[in-house]
């Protein structure tokens, strides 16, 4: 019988990856282990607030403006957006060359971010007021 040998060495580089990630893992858990340093100490200095050496003043739980999260939220749309343009700026001139159809998608995606620009300005989600 036949076995074939191909097939299965096409997997063995995984299986060794594989081995190695996990041998690396784990002698890094070890001396973390081993090496590291457990605090001992339970101190009401340990649990403040600590930033760039400057004391602090008031609580750290502060209330956040639900604006602040939704232009973040906003933010976020338009940058994926725009990331999904990158490809489009990759094969502009390979498509372009087969017709302007390139163009018309890309109009529509305009036109929809746009859209959805002035719906935003319109509602006032961009305005701090």
């Known amino acids: 019988m036949n076995l074939p040998i191909e ?15 996990l041998v690396i893992a784990s002698v890094i858990l070890v001396l973390n282990k081993i090496m590291g340093r457990v605090p001992n ?9 600590y930033e ?4 602090y003043e008031g609580d750290a739980h502060q209330q956040f403006s639900v604006r ?3 232009v973040g939220i906003i933010f976020l749309i338009f ?7 990158y490809p489009w700026t990759i094969v502009y001139q390979t498509y372009l060359k087969s ?3 390139i163009l018309a998608e890309m109009g ?3 036109v929809l971010l746009l859209g959805g620009y002035f719906y935003l300005r319109l509602r006032g989600a961009l305005s701090w007021d």
Do not use: N, Q, R, W
């Open 99 to 101: 017709g302007p159809l």
């Open 7 to 21: 097939g299965s060495l096409d997997y063995l580089a995984i299986l060794i990856l594989m081995l190695i990630s």
């Open 68 to 70: 602040y999260y939704l």
């Open 41 to 49: 100490e339970v101190t009401k200095k340990k649990y403040d607030t």
């Open 108 to 110: 529509l995606f305009f």
């Open 52 to 55: 760039c050496g400057v004391e």
């Open 79 to 85: 940058d994926v957006e725009v990331v999904f343009m």
